[in-house]
């Protein structure tokens, strides 16, 4: 039986009466495993299971495979995802329709759940913005976003204060806020220890400063998602409420069965739906005018004309280059702008897609590059089965037989997972990253 902190019980009883023996007993059982499918990148693993009620690519597993040890996993084609989190896309498809955000920010974004999830809602000409101000969490973010393949992104490692230097910029903005974690309690024993009725107060300040910054950034008419993994009303209806006497509108949306559903504010207890603890709400900026964007400044973004990308980028006149130091990017034209506006206020840690490393006169193409989706066709390509795959995942040294000297990729069911360089006589350095390599 596991001990959770007095005060807690006690709020959980106070606040779901008859329910509460339900709420406990289901803290003790084993937490459900999900995750979500990528549409970008499709496969027929995982097809049959369960699907998660309010998410079409989510599905349930009656256990947990080694997802680390599947080459699917590595390349992208799912994210493991808690199940509740995915009710993020129901709301996007409630509220938006064909009509998408043009400018979309998810503020606390790592480990990059939403983020990734988001990419895959919305179209090709939206921009998302990801934020993660602590550097090793922002690390695994742009990890995460990278496998997952779509180029229309930027990754920021910025204080959320700093955001009200773009006022009125976003059409989206989504606060998955730093909370107690009451939620987590469940899959992350570690988080009782943590909890403390000073946490909680402290954790309610913060999200107060940051959804302060999130709403100067928001647009009029745009929309905020804001959630929590916590069941503290000082952490979620009361927020909501502060939103609200700053002119926030509360959106209604129809909420999964099982899911409680109060005022617009919705509650996930594991004792009613197969998740854990979740709370979610959609407002609406109703209020102020629309500020004049600020004039990029110095982005320190060296556009450059750099033809090597047309033979790695697909398709090729869509795209603009600019470096980076040594490295090559590229980025939608159309998110040019952006870009400078972004990055004259923000750090920037990754943005498109990094095309390689400039060395000379050669070009080595980046790991990043093996996991986009914009990736030519034309690249020479390399399939390995579920066995070589993972050795080359563990950086081990390959052999091709018959295979031509120079760069190829390294796919498993066609897609990326990094690169080789073939030398001669059908062996190849392998050259995927040292950080990311499978090690046991």
């Not at 990148?41 to 989510?58: I, L």
């Not at 597993?61 to 989190?85: H, I, K, N, W």
């Not at 129809?254 to 959609?282: K, N, T």
Request: charged share 20%.
């Amino acid at each position: 039986m596991v001990d959770f902190p007095e005060p807690f019980v006690r709020r959980m009883r106070a606040l779901l009466g008859e329910e509460a023996e339900s709420f406990f007993s289901a803290l003790q059982s084993p937490a459900p495993v999900s995750l979500r499918l990528n549409q970008a990148k499709p496969v027929e693993s995982f097809r049959e299971e369960k699907e998660v009620a309010w998410c079409a690519e989510g599905r349930l597993l009656l256990q947990r495979p080694s997802f680390t040890q599947d080459p699917l996993f590595q390349a992208g084609c799912y994210y493991v995802q808690e199940a509740s989190s995915m009710f993020l896309g129901s709301a996007y498809r409630q509220l938006f329709g064909a009509r998408a955000p043009e400018r979309v920010l998810d503020l606390c974004a790592a480990p990059g759940g939403k983020s990734t999830h988001l990419r895959s809602l919305l179209p090709a000409q939206s921009l998302l913005v990801s934020n993660e101000l602590i550097a090793s969490r922002n690390q695994i973010l742009v990890q995460n976003l990278v496998k997952w393949g779509s180029p229309g992104i930027v990754v920021t490692q910025s204080d959320p204060e700093q955001f009200r230097r773009l006022p009125d910029y976003f059409d989206l903005v989504v606060v998955d806020a730093p909370c107690s974690g009451e939620g987590l309690f469940r899959k992350d024993p570690a988080a009782i220890d943590e909890w403390s009725e000073n946490a909680v107060e402290a954790c309610a300040i913060r999200q107060t400063t940051i959804l302060a910054s999130a709403w100067e950034a928001l647009a009029p008419g745009g929309v905020l998602f804001y959630s929590t993994c916590t069941y503290e009303p000082a952490e979620n209806e009361e927020q909501v409420e502060r939103l609200r006497k700053l002119g926030a509108e509360i959106l209604q949306l129809q909420a999964p069965q099982g899911v409680d559903e109060r005022s617009g504010c919705l509650r996930f207890y594991p004792h009613r739906i197969a998740g854990e603890g979740f709370f979610f709400c959609a407002l609406r900026k109703t209020e102020g005018s629309v500020t004049q964007r600020p004039r990029p400044g110095k982005s320190g973004i060296q556009v450059v004309q750099d033809p090597r990308c047309a033979a790695y980028l697909q398709p090729v006149d869509q795209w603009q280059a600019f470096r980076v130091g040594p490295h090559l990017h590229a980025i939608a034209q159309r998110f040019v702008g952006a870009l400078h506006e972004l990055a004259a206020g923000l750090t920037i840690r990754y943005a498109g897609v990094r095309v390689g490393e400039i060395m000379g006169d050669q070009l080595i193409p980046a790991p990043e590059l093996a996991f986009s989706t914009a990736l030519s066709d034309t690249v020479r390509r390399i399939e390995l089965d579920d066995a070589q795959a993972i050795c080359f995942l563990k950086g081990e040294a390959l052999r091709f037989i018959g295979a031509s000297p120079g760069w190829c990729l390294i796919t498993t069911s066609g897609y990326g997972l990094g690169w080789v360089k073939v030398v001669g006589d059908g062996r190849a350095n392998n050259h995927f990253p040292k950080g990311w390599r499978i090690r046991h």
